[in-house]
């Protein structure tokens, strides 16, 4: 049986972590390649590394990136953060990535999911969505892009159908208004999506304990579940989350 | 040495990576003499299989030979599927035909791609396994799986709610559908097993080792 994802977010910005990581020995709590080799050491099922400063020097960074934990780590890890065009996530990937995450240009250009999905099979194309609950739509939720600064009028349901059809293979659902709470995910967002389509979705934002989580994955039938202070400040190890999980009957690869 | 097929697809690098850490000497190349002159060929990819075959062109035929003259070849996912006759991805198209069976896409009731860590029970026969126990799991991202009619062919499966054919072996041939250059230690273990198919230990090494154990 295909085993829910655990899956860490480390957030880079010149080529280094940021939010603070706090693992114990390490040399540098700020280097990707020793976190993100750390987390698959412990057992995290896959990565995520997202380039928030995303500026043309910053792409550069994130490819050296990219090549240096591809060398060390030998779980399955997406890169995102700024990607635009087909031929950058034809680099990302070359270079190790398995994944390339697409979300504000996804929105711009919704064509690039197809040509991607055509060149590279829609598995490794990940559409991030940053979803906000409307106040003029009661109850729905709306598609912010640029890093979440920009809201749309798109709503997110429609638009996962839509991405899905184009060639999205993925889909890593944030809540604005949830992310950096602590107070647990969004799952009515999380179900509202992960029902209208038939691709995994990754539940992300507002995990504070381990009932969050196993909440995410029951009630919101989430696939995976993105996760980031709740490991990275040292108050769960992924082996007692997965535990936790496993205990309470959901497949874990543990 | 192990020779990845360099074909202009993605991954590549990952493989190549995991080789080298298990302390295997490897070269990326799409050289036909180098084809020719390795241990043993690896097929990776992750691409969609009509524009995995078109960027293969004519290392096509040199690879079939390679495979069909006895030289271990390992296809990984859509390198898997590739060594099939024929997949319907997006149009469809011919594979290398080294192994009888189609490529199909994934039956409805699940949600695709299938993706993530599956549990793969390993028959106990498979080379690509030996040492590895009863089950396992490996990282899985694909949408198309291979439907195997090849009678030769030996199959671990996983189950998808369905039997998803996870690795195929037909003599010198092999394949993955997972990744095991993702699939952590357990996938490097697959890898190891596959560099001990292509570079087995010389009769007068065995047979050296063996004296010095009797002494």
Redesign the interface.
Known sequence: MLTKRIIPCLDVKDGRVVKGVHFLNLRDAGDPVELGARYSDEGADELVFLDITATIRSRKTIVELVEKVAEKVFIPFTVGGGVRMVEQIDELLRCGAEKVSVNTAAVENPGLLTEAARRFGNQCIVLAIDARRSKRQGGKWQVCVKAGTEPTDIDVVEWAVKAEKLGAGEILLTSMNADGTRRGYDIELTRAVADAVNIPVIASGGAGTLEHLYDAIVDGRADAVLIASITHFGKYTIKQIKQYLKDRGIPMNL | MIVVIDYN??????VC??F??IGCDVRLSCDPSEIEEAAGLVLPG???FG?AVRALGSLAELIKKAAMGGKPLLGIC?GHQLLFEQSS??GLHEGLGLIRGKVVPIPAGQ?????????VKMADDMDLFAGLGNEK?F?????FYTDVTDCDAKIAYT??GFNLPAAVQKGNIYGTQF?P?????V??RVLENFAGICNPPSPRLRRTKRRTKRC
Request: charged share 15%; hydrophobic share 35%; aromatic share 14%.
């Open positions: 697809v993605g991954n590549v690098r990952s990576n995991a080298g850490h992750v691409a969609a524009y859509v991805e997006y949600r695709v791609p299938h993706m993530g860590w599956n549990l799991h990282y899985f991202a694909h949408s189950d998808y990744h250059e993702k699939s952590g230690d996938g490097l």
